[in-house]
């Protein structure tokens, strides 16, 4: 079955500093990723969409320029948070589909971001 | 914006138990998914559909999409304490040939006692 990737797990991170995050699809090319925030015990709320070789489409509210989005290939996503706060501190995850096909979405496995 | 409305928000249980979960839209979807999320990790799905009046089972799990096309729901049948997690729906409003973004539902949080 589809399998998508996503690393780190777990980062802990000083205010001011970025993280990436990468999620990449092991199995199949995903020529859309999706990246989601979550707060404990709340539902996914999407971020951007992110389509291989353009640029990302960001949700309402969101800073593209402080969650910089990249899709340079059909099987890698990353997501680099910039300048991190104490409030971007949250679950981060990934997914991929394949345009074309049925839609069924695959996650990644999360990142716990906690910036300090 | 479209947003799901999912019931019940927690379930507390009996191992053994039957449960059942729905979800409910303003709009018409085309698809609906089910989801299940462990403490920490992303959401695995559980079952997909895509046509209304869709009837579809994975071992203990059932999931129907509704005939308006507005709603679904999802039964887990003779409950394990490894069935524990959030149980999301997720529904897409475009063709599946269109992209379109997933909507989540608010979660279902199934507790379940030995």
């Known amino acids: 079955g589809a399998v998508v990737s996503q690393h780190p797990s777990r980062v802990i991170c000083k205010s001011g500093t970025s993280v990436k995050i990468e999620c990449r699809s092991l199995?199949?090319?995903?020529?859309?990723m999706f990246w989601y925030r979550q707060f404990p015990k709340q539902s996914l709320m999407l971020m951007a969409t992110s389509n291989e070789g353009s640029k990302a489409t960001y949700e309402q509210g969101v800073e593209k320029d402080k969650f910089l989005i990249n899709h340079a290939s059909l099987t890698l996503s990353t997501l680099t948070v910039t300048s991190a706060h104490p409030e971007d501190s949250s679950f981060y995850i990934c997914?991929?589909?394949?345009?074309?096909?049925?839609?069924?979405?695959?996650f990644g496995s999360g990142t716990r971001l906690t910036v300090v | 914006g479209q947003q799901l409305n999912q019931s019940p928000q927690s379930m507390f249980i009996q191992e053994g138990e039957d449960v059942s979960m729905n979800c409910t839209s303003s709009?018409?979807?085309?698809?609906w998914l089910w989801y299940k999320q462990d403490p920490g990790e992303g959401p695995v799905l559980l079952i997909a559909l895509y046509k209304a009046g869709e009837l579809t089972s994975n071992g203990r799990l059932t999931a129907q999409f509704g005939i308006t096309r507005k709603d679904s729901f999802l039964n887990i049948s003779a409950s394990i304490p490894s069935d524990v997690g959030i149980y999301f729906c997720?529904?897409?409003?475009?063709?599946?040939?269109?992209?379109?973004?997933?909507?989540f539902g608010q979660g279902t949080e199934l507790s379940v006692k030995p």
């Open positions: 199995d199949f090319q995903a020529t859309t």
């Open positions: 997720a529904g897409q409003n475009k063709p599946y040939n269109q992209g379109g973004k997933l909507i």
């Open positions: 997914s991929a589909r394949v345009l074309g096909g049925r839609v069924t979405d695959t």
């Open positions: 709009s018409i979807f085309n698809t």
